[in-house]
């Protein structure tokens, strides 16, 4: 089995900044790409940034030069740092990541984290 378990959501103001960490454990035979995505009240679940196992990385166009996104791939864990943050920057943050499993060598499968909530109030 496989768990991802986020930490460092929390309440901050305009133009603060957070640091959310997502590490993946269980029986992990390897961890692909890793990422964040946020969901607002009344919206879909939006891509924030993801990072490949070789530290290639992508970002949503409305956090670009502000968010960085990085991992250890030896601790199975992935960061995002997060500044300038704004209110609509607020919502649920999941973790995401492709792993492939000891037990199930032939699957690479998605697994998501419970979520973390930020809110930034003005």
């Known amino acids: 089995q496989v768990q991802l378990v986020e930490s460092g959501g929390g309440l901050v103001q305009v133009g603060g900044s957070l640091r959310l960490s997502c590490a993946a454990s269980g029986t992990i035979f390897s961890v692909y790409v890793m990422g964040w995505y946020r969901q607002a009240p009344g919206n879909q679940r939006e891509l924030v940034a993801d990072?490949?196992?070789?530290?290639?990385?992508n970002y949503g166009d409305s956090v670009k030069g502000r968010f960085v996104i990085s991992r250890d791939n030896a601790k199975n864990t992935v960061f995002l740092q997060m500044n300038s943050l704004k209110p609509e920057d607020s919502g649920v943050y999941y973790c995401?990541?492709?792993?492939?499993?000891?037990?199930?060598?032939?699957?690479?499968?998605?697994?998501w984290g419970q979520g973390t909530q930020v809110t930034v109030s003005s």
């Open positions: 990072i490949g196992g070789g530290g290639d990385t």
């Open positions: 995401k990541a492709a792993i492939r499993e000891r037990l199930s060598p032939a699957r690479v499968l998605d697994h």
